[in-house]
C-alpha cells in the first residue's frame, strides 16, 4: 500500500522519537494535517493561538527536556510568524526543527497568494540546515540531518515542504546515482581535549590564589564536577542566567547571576579574582569580568566556534564540560579554603539578607520583590521555572534560589517579550508530571499570555500534574524599559509608550475554565501563591505591584542610583509626581549593603 509523502514525514518524525509538534493549521500544510488524522495524531498535534508561541512552546519542550523540540506553520504569513521563537532557539543554542508549508510548486516565481521565498527568509535562522523538499525521494535523507543537526549543533533547521509534494506518493530514494539515502539516530560522544591543553590549564588553575568559576547552560551535566572543583580550589561560582539551574543556590559558595540582573556577590567575585575558569558559557557582557590583565583565565566549551570570546583566555579546551572537568580534577592541587572562600560564602550570605530586608520593604501597593522573595520557600523541589523579559527577569534572578531538581529558563540572548507563558506550556508536554510557574510582567501578558491561558485549558486535562501557575506582576507599565529610560536616558517615563492598561487577568482565566486571583494587599500574596500551588487546574495570580521599585544593578552605589532617580525627581506627569513621594527614602531603604562608592 503506497503513503503520501505527508505520510512518511509524520512516520519518520515518530522513528526520530518526536512525540509532539507545536503548530497552527493553514492550507499550506493541508497534506501534513491529512496524514496527520490517518495517523491518529501521532506524533501528537498540539495547538497554539499563533506561530510564534507555537515556536515558543517547541523551545520551552526543548530547553526542559532535552529533546528536539518541532512545529510546524503553513506557508507565506504561518512561516513568518515562527521566526521570534525560532530565533529565541537559534541565540539560546537550542534544538527546534520547523516544518513549513510552501505554495505549489507549479507556482513558484508566479508571485503568487502567499509565496514567500522561504529559503532566503530563513538561510539566517536555519543556517546550519535549511531545504525544500521538490520530489520524495530527498527523504527521508532532509528529515535526517534536520533532526541530526538540531540535535548535534544545538540549533534551529528548517524543512521546507509545498503543499503539491506533501500530497505525492512516497518513493523512497534507490541503489543509484544522485540518490542519497540516510539512517535514523545520533551518536552519543563527549569529546575531551588533549593532555597537553588539559595540564596548561591545571598549571594555571594550580598558580591561581583567588579563583573565581562562571558556568552556563552547557555546565548543567556536570553539576558534581563543578563542585568537587570548587571544593578542590576553595573557589566561588557565579552563574550566567541561562545556566540559574545547573547548580543550586543553597551552596554557600554559589553566589547567584551574574551581569545587569545579576547579585553584589558576583560582581565582586569577578572584581577582586585573580583566575577564572569559565564552564558552558558565552555570557556576553564583558564588563563584569575580570579587568583585563587582572585574571588568567581558562574557557570550557563543547562548540570549538564558541571558544575565545567575551575575555582573554589563555587556555580554550573544547570539550563536553563533565567528561573535560573529569580529565582535570585529577590534576588540579587542593587549596585551602582560606580568607577568598570565607569572603565569597560571607558576601553570599549577606546579599540573601540584603534581598529579604528589599522584599521587606513597604510598597504601594506591593513590593515586586516581596511577591517573589515569597514565592521562593514555597517552590516544589521539582517545579519548572519561566520568567519573562522584563523586570520579572531581575526578581527571578535574584530572589529565587534553585535546589533539587528546580529547573528554570527565559530567553536568556534574544531577550523578546512573551516566551513566559509557552515555555510553562511546552514544558508541561515534556513533564506532565511536574508543577511549572511562570513569571510575567504585565506587558508580556498582554502581549502574548492572555492567548496562550486558552491553549492551557484546551490541553491541561491531559496533564497528571494539572498545576500551572502564571503570575503577573500588575503594574500597568513597561516596567523594564521605563527605567532603563531613566538610568540610561536621564528621561522621565514617557506615558504614550509606556503606560498600560489594567486588565483583569484572574477574571479572565476564569472565563476560560482556569482559575485564578487578583492581589492587592501585601498579607495576600504568600496565600495566593499557595493556593495557586495547591490547585487542580491552571491558576493565574494578578499581583498588582509598585512601578516605583527600581531594578538596581547589583554594582551600584549610592550614588550612582541617586543620580539615575533625577529622572523620576524631575519628571512633570501626575504619575511621575506619585513616584517622587518617598523615592529616595524608599531608595535608602531598599539598598542596605550597597556602597557609597565603590570599594
Partial sequence: MSIKVSDHILQRLREWGVSHVFAYPGDGINGLLAAWGRTEDKPRFIQARHEEMAAFQAVGYAKFSGKVGVCAATSGPGAIHLLNGLYDAKLDHVPVVAIVGQTNRSALGGSYQQEVDLLSLYKDVASDFCEMVTVPEQLPNVIDRAMRTAYTKRTVTAVIVPADVQELDYTPPTHAFKMVPSSLGVASYAPVPASADLSRAAELLNAGEKVAVLIGQGARGARAQIEQLADTLGAGVAKALLGKDALPDDLPYVTGAIGLLGTRPSYELMRDCDTLLVVGSSFPYSQFLPEFGQARAVQIDIDPFMVGLRYPFEVNLVGDARSTLEALLPLLERKEHGTWRETIERNTAHWWEVMRRRAAVDADPINPEYVVHALDALLPDDVILAADSGSAANWYARHLRMRGAMRGSLSGTLATMGPGVPYVIGAKFAHPDRPAVALVGD?????????????????????????????????????????????????????????????????????????????????????????????????????????????????????????????????????????????????????????????
Avoid at 527605567?483 to 504614550?496: C, D, N, V
Wanted: overall charge negative; aromatic content about 8%.
Fill in 443 to 599: 506587558g508580556a501578558m498582554q502581549m502574548n499570555g492572555m492567548a496562550e491561558l486558552i491553549t492551557a485549558a484546551k490541553y491541561w486535562r491531559e496533564w497528571d500534574d494539572p498545576r500551572l501557575v502564571v503570575a503577573v506582576l500588575n503594574n500597568q507599565d513597561l516596567n523594564q524599559v521605563t527605567w532603563e529610560m531613566r538610568a540610561m536616558s536621564g528621561a522621565p517615563q514617557f506615558l504614550p509608550s509606556q503606560a498600560l492598561p489594567d486588565v483583569p487577568y484572574a477574571d479572565f482565566a476564569r472565563s476560560v475554565g482556569l482559575d485564578g486571583v487578583r492581589v492587592e494587599k501585601p498579607g495576600e500574596v504568600e496565600a495566593a501563591w499557595q493556593r495557586g500551588l495547591s490547585a487542580d487546574r491552571p491558576f493565574v495570580i494578578d499581583f498588582r505591584t509598585d512601578p516605583a521599585v527600581p531594578p538596581i544593578p547589583p554594582h551600584a552605589t549610592l550614588d550612582q542610583i541617586e543620580a539615575a532617580a533625577s529622572a523620576v525627581l524631575k519628571g512633570d506627569s501626575d504619575r511621575e509626581a506619585m513616584i517622587r513621594q518617598g523615592f529616595k527614602a524608599k531608595i535608602q531603604e531598599m539598598l542596605p549593603g550597597h556602597r557609597r562608592h565603590e570599594d
